[in-house]
């Protein structure tokens, strides 16, 4: 889990979204972290220290001086987390931060703090677009700091517009990437997720059980180590991952086009999609009314992606994936040898903990130099890992060997 044993440091100040900041310390607790919640004077007037002192189990540190303050601990709190996030981060904390100022705890602590800061801002529309708050924004950045842009909809107000406190996911997402390793940053990663649909008339259409799961969370994880990820999925009802470009499409045929007219701009593809192996020969134009006992639909061959590409492969590391219901291993390593696959993800979906539709997996990864690695049963995130540190292993360095 990317929290576990983390030592964040959540900094919340005095904005009516400061309620949120609750649920994103229930949320890293939730996930492993140890959390330690640093309040502006503003802060405790939308909620008490004694709320997050019960979801983190940590005292709350609010003031510098007088009673519950600790020796240093503007110094210290900064420089022994592993990173700080800001939410809500106000119009006025902007400012000060902007500006080197440090007239309480939370803003000391971040003049002190040589951790990777995550700032997310949430204030009134007007505020956010205001010229100075915006110049704020990109000094900070500038630095070196990461600023989320905050969302568009109604604000407590009652104005609409930009404003809003990035949704708990976003900056979770956000967060787990300021503390991942980097290892693939600066590569150009294509990952196919999710089912397609084969028409048969208006209303239906041949599937499979893919829910799309697995292939997200590898585009997520690519992100979150750094990469430029774009997700081509089937149907899916999942959010995109923060910061990968998502396509959509339906059919195997559309798949196809799609992957092929990225394929030459990116250094791996991660072909997670389940795609349909057939489609029907002709798609009703009107839908196919109830009549004999029997009714046969003929099948056409979609066309098999990966084999279309191996023609068109140059330096890219190419990865295929095999849900099957028996012969796990002879069966992927014949799809390897078959499609001239660099590494192959294995698994049998005939289990209710693995495979389709599930938050868990067990795999086994497969490669060309008697690589094999049993993987136990593990979260999907957490195969995503374990899949992106073989794809690493086997890309070039940066710079030296990019396809065209």
């Known amino acids: 889990m990317v929290f576990a044993d983390r030592r964040i440091l959540l900094g919340v100040s005095g904005g009516i979204a400061a309620y949120k900041a609750a649920e994103l310390a229930r949320r890293l607790v939730s996930g492993g972290a140890k959390v330690k919640v640093v309040m502006t004077r503003s802060a405790q007037e939308f909620v008490t220290p004694l709320t997050f002192q019960v979801l983190t189990g940590e005292k709350v540190a609010t003031t510098m001086f007088g009673p519950g303050s600790e020796p240093l601990e503007h110094v210290a709190l900064g420089q022994e987390a592993d990173a700080i996030v800001l939410a809500p981060a106000t119009a006025n904390l902007l400012g000060k931060m902007a500006s080197g100022l440090g007239d309480d705890l939370l803003t000391t602590i971040l003049l002190a703090a040589n951790k990777p800061i995550l700032v997310c801002p949430a204030m009134n529309c007007e505020m956010w677009a205001n010229p100075a708050v915006q110049e704020n924004a990109a000094r900070l950045q500038d630095r070196g700091l990461t600023v989320l842009t905050p969302e568009a909809g109604e604000l407590a107000c009652g104005a609409v517009g930009y404003g809003r406190l990035p949704e708990v996911e976003t900056i979770l997402e956000a967060l787990a990437r300021l503390i991942s390793p980097q290892d693939l940053a600066g590569r150009r990663i294509l990952v196919t997720a999710g089912p397609t649909h084969e028409d048969l008339d208006p209303v239906r259409f041949l599937t499979n059980r893919s829910s799309g799961k697995q292939g997200y969370a590898l585009a997520k994880v690519a992100r979150r180590r750094g990469a430029q990820v774009y997700l081509i999925s089937g149907p899916s009802n999942l959010p ?74 140059k330096k890219q590391v190419v990865v295929g994936f095999a849900a099957e219901t028996r012969d796990l291993e002879a069966a992927a390593r014949k799809k390897l040898q078959d499609k001239g696959l660099d590494l192959i993800v294995a698994n049998e979906v005939n289990r209710v903990d693995s495979g389709f539709a599930v938050d868990t997996n067990e795999v086994t990864i497969i490669g060309k130099k008697k690589l094999l690695v049993h993987l136990p ?28």
């Open 377 to 404: 049963l593990l979260s999907k995130e957490e195969v995503a890992d374990k899949v992106l540190d073989q794809v690493s292993a086997l890309l070039p360095p940066v710079g030296k060997g990019k396809s065209a």
């Open 240 to 313: 995109a991952p923060y910061g990968v470009e998502r396509l959509m499409v339906r059919s195997a045929r559309e798949m196809l086009d799609a992957v092929l007219a990225r394929f030459s701009q990116t250094e791996a593809l991660l072909m997670a999609a389940a795609v349909g192996d057939y489609h029907p020969t002709c798609c009703d134009e009107h839908k196919i009314k109830r009549g004999p006992v029997e009714l046969t639909a003929h099948l056409t061959q979609n066309p098999d992606i990966l084999r279309t590409l191996a023609p068109l492969k």
